[in-house]
């Protein structure tokens, strides 16, 4: 057993290797303040996986006992993973991929168990550097000589920008930033800004106003800036304390099945018929003329179709890449900075509360928007405690999007992670509003950005049910082509063969004052402050002609189907007497009136939400005369006069006593031992007369 103890950024990071899950290939225990994780790394060295991609497998699972509780439901085990562990593989999943050697042919898998949690650690940012570092000292070849590790970046009610040590940081936070990087280069980044209240005395009135706080670039650059010192800072440290256990690097070889002198050859005689289908083609015609051409190849050479199809798609990266970097020209004809052409539907669908078609060259989102009630908002079990969620956003990608004779199954991890990424860009721009909003894309046509067309049919299906937002926002999927730090190119509005075969995929969503949400992920080694600010400015001249357009469509909000409210103000101390005893009277009332109820009880504030106004002013009616009574009780009765009363229950902490003007009085702490029994009559004193309660004592 080995114990390694490494403070980092103030924070006592302690480290258990060789002692537990020692049949892995790597484990470590990683212990910070009272959250305990476990990491484990196997794999499979008996088979090669012979297919094109990494066969990874990451996952971060929460043990409902780390925080001392028993999971809900009937079966009362974990269950399938949430949206939070899904969310969480993927970011350790997107940033520990780049680092496998090009062709790894053996299936991994990474498993992080959370054990215990002090509900204070950033558990994402833990489990990520752990995972790193089992990775860094595990027998799989990584090229990197400093280990991985992950930041989140928080900007403070005063402005300040800094390091997140501790959760409690995000709540008064306008950003949450997560970067990671190896020594002093990024290689990933999430970001979403958040909305806060600021402290108001215009007129001199005294109020919270939210505000929706897009970040600006410069702002941006200098977070990530604070990030990458950070990273470089931590990135020494692990290594400095680990690269003496790491284990023996298994040696492997790599057969890409790529000849030099049998790609030479077929570029010769057919890169120019490969040229041809790349240009001007649309993505199925592209497809169909590749397939095409190399059955021809196949059959007139005499080679394997597979090894045909290997080397075709070499080239025909090569050649795509060539042209954008040589010609400035993309495969469908486009300049760098040019967005593909924009159509936009409002309100397409007559029973939806909102609707909008987003289509985007060859990407169409048909994006609603309904609206409920607070009943309907989303709850979610974990070991981070997290507030309902009113604003509910689900993104799906049928199979016929792409032109793959699937069934539709259920929803994949891309699937989440896109609709989480477009629920960030919009939810800070989202109005406080009574109602919960569902908003779900469905994506009809996929060719790159789908989830950016999300976030701009998001907005125009919200305006179009009538839902208050502070700004519009808009998406934009940023690409680059890179050779060196002196020949790259930055592509606006990537379609999917620049996804595929550049070098990053770079979505970034905001409107004129700023950004509101970003997601980068890179193939390079990493990512210059000079591609990053060049991408930013870029992105923004995207965002605002894509807005320039949305702002053109003519939005009308068909209030005959939406949901109606209203809101009224009570007297001090009325709740009670609405909620009821157990909350019976307002049950009630909803019942009776089919209607939602919602208190604002810091404010003294009731809203009331139903499908038709008849029955909201009915409900209100009701409340009113509650709330009338209640008054009219409370001006009966003066604080030290005496009356006789009737007693009419005997309960735990009292009895109650029946008044000669109506109303019950409370005579505390007083029960059967008193040898006063119902309807006997009593002469009690009011010592107490307001917030809808009467206490007596006896005379």
């Known amino acids: 057993m080995k114990t390694i103890q490494i403070d980092i950024n103030g924070q006592i990071e302690t480290y258990i290797l060789d002692k537990y899950a020692t049949l892995s290939d790597c484990s470590i225990v990683q212990k910070i303040g009272g959250s305990v994780l476990l990491c484990s790394i196997c794999i499979d060295y008996d088979s090669i996986v012979d297919e094109d991609f990494l066969p990874l497998n990451v996952q971060y699972i929460e043990k409902m006992y780390a925080i001392g509780k028993i999971p809900q439901g009937f079966i009362k085990k974990e269950g399938k993973p949430s949206e939070h562990e899904i969310l969480t593989s993927r970011l350790i999943d997107r940033s520990l991929r780049p680092l496998f050697p090009k062709g790894f042919p053996y299936s991994v898998q990474i498993t992080i168990l959370v054990l215990s949690y002090d509900s204070k650690t950033d558990v994402c940012r833990d489990a990520m550097n752990l995972a790193s570092i089992c990775l860094y000292l595990s ?63 215009t007129n001199n009135k005294d109020s919270n106003i939210e505000q929706s706080n897009e970040i600006s670039k410069e702002k941006l650059i200098e977070a990530i800036s604070i990030a990458r010192s950070q990273i470089y800072d931590t990135s020494l440290q692990y290594t400095r304390h680990f690269e003496s256990f790491i284990k023996q690097k298994i040696d492997f070889k790599v057969d890409l099945n790529i000849h030099a002198l049998l790609k030479n050859t077929l570029q010769m005689q057919y890169g120019e018929d490969i040229r041809q289908c ?62 593909r052409d924009i159509n936009i539907e409002s309100n397409i669908l007559p029973h939806a509360h909102g609707s909008a078609c987003f289509t985007r060259g060859q990407t169409q989102a048909l994006v609603t928007c309904t609206l409920g009630n607070q009943n309907d908002a989303q709850t979610q079990e974990g070991i981070l405690s997290q507030p309902k969620s009113k604003v509910i956003f689900h993104y799906n990608f049928p199979p016929f999007s792409v032109g793959e004779a699937f069934p539709i199954g259920a929803s994949s991890r891309r699937e989440l992670g896109h609709g989480n990424l477009a629920l960030k860009a919009i939810e800070s721009n989202i109005a406080t509003s009574p109602h919960t909003i569902r908003i779900v894309s469905e994506i009809l046509q996929s060719n790159g950005s789908s989830s950016m067309a999300s976030v701009c049919g998001a907005t125009l299906a919200m305006l179009g049910a009538g839902v208050k937002m502070y700004n519009m926002v808009a998406g934009i999927a940023m690409g ?54 060049d991408s930013l400015s870029q992105a923004q001249d995207g965002i605002n002609y894509i807005l320039s357009i949305m702002r053109q469509v003519i939005i009308e909000p068909n209030y005959t189907i939406l949901p109606q409210q209203e809101s009224f103000q009570v007297s001090n101390g009325s709740m009670p007497d609405i909620i009821g005893q157990g909350g019976k009277t307002i049950r009630n009332i909803t019942s009776k009136f089919n209607v939602d109820i919602n208190l604002d009880k810091e404010n003294n504030i009731v809203n009331i939400v139903a499908n038709n106004k008849d029955s909201i002013m009915k409900a209100k009616e009701y409340i009113l005369e509650i709330v009338k009574k209640k008054d009219k009780k409370e001006l009966l009765y003066k604080q030290d006069e005496v009356y006789d009363g009737i007693i009419k229950k005997i309960i735990d902490i009292g009895i109650l006593v029946e008044l000669p003007q109506g109303g019950n009085g409370l005579l505390k702490g007083i029960g059967i031992e008193s040898g006063l029994e119902i309807n ?20």
Do not use: W
């Open 139 to 201: 027998s799989i070849p990584i090229a990197n000589k400093q280990i991985l590790n992950g930041v989140r970046i928080v900007r403070d009610d005063k402005g300040v920008i800094k390091t997140c040590n501790n959760l409690s940081d995000l709540c008064n936070s306008s950003l949450d930033l997560f970067v990671s990087g190896i020594g002093n280069e990024v290689t990933m980044i999430e970001m979403q800004s958040l909305k806060t209240k600021c402290y108001n005395t």
């Open 480 to 533: 680059l082509i890179y050779e060196s730090e002196d020949k790259f190119v930055i592509l606006s509005d990537i379609m999917g063969l620049e996804d595929f075969d550049g070098d990053m995929d770079f979505k970034i969503a905001g409107n004129e004052n700023g950004f509101s949400a970003l997601q980068l992920d890179i193939k390079i080694n990493g990512l210059s402050e000079k591609i990053l600010n």
């Open 680 to 699: 006997n009559q009593v002469k009690v004193k009011v010592i107490y007369c307001g917030g809808g309660k009467i206490d007596l004592e006896l005379i």
């Open 278 to 339: 790349l240009q001007g083609m649309s993505k199925t015609e592209r497809h169909t003329h590749i397939q095409s051409l190399i059955q021809k190849i196949a059959t007139e050479q005499n080679i394997e179709v597979s090894l045909v199809t290997k080397h075709i798609y070499a080239i025909k990266k090569e050649i795509m890449r060539s042209m954008i970097l040589n010609d400035n020209i993309r495969a469908d004809g486009r300049a760098p900075t040019q967005i």
